[in-house]
Nanobody, 117 residues
Framework: QVQLVESGGGLVQAGGSLRLSCAAS????????MDWYRQAPGKQRELVAG???????NYADSVKGRFTISRDNTKNTVYLQMNSLKPEDTAVYYC???????????WGQGTQVTVSS
């Protein structure tokens, strides 16, 4: 049974920083792509950043230069370092992983990030 445990959300003032973590477990084939998505009230869920097992990354234009995604394959954990936060970054952030082997997709429970102006 794959489990994802997210942590690190909270309330921060504009210009501040937060670091999200998502620890994955339960896949005998390990994990391939690991992503962070976010969903603001009344908006669709959108991709924020993704990273492959080999370390290749991609970012939404809105977060380039401010957010950094990284992963520790020994811990099956993906991180999202968020700097220079803006009120428009306020959303529930979700971790998504794709397992090795059959390529099944799993989502975390979400963590709230609120940026005050």
């Amino acid at each position: 049974q794959v489990q994802l445990v997210e942590s690190g959300g909270g309330l921060v003032q504009a210009g501040g920083s937060l670091r999200l973590s998502c620890a994955a477990s339960g896949s005998i084939f390990g994990f391939g792509v690991m992503d962070w998505y976010r969903q603001a009230p009344g908006k669709q869920r959108e991709l924020v950043a993704g990273i492959t097992r080999g370390g290749s990354t991609n970012y939404a234009d809105s977060v380039k230069g401010r957010f950094t995604i990284s992963r520790d394959n020994t811990k099956n954990t993906v991180y999202l370092q968020m700097n220079s936060l803006k009120p428009e970054d306020t959303a529930v952030y979700y971790c998504r992983v794709i397992t090795g082997g059959y390529g099944n997709t799993y989502w975390g429970q979400g963590t709230q990030v609120t940026v005050s102006s």
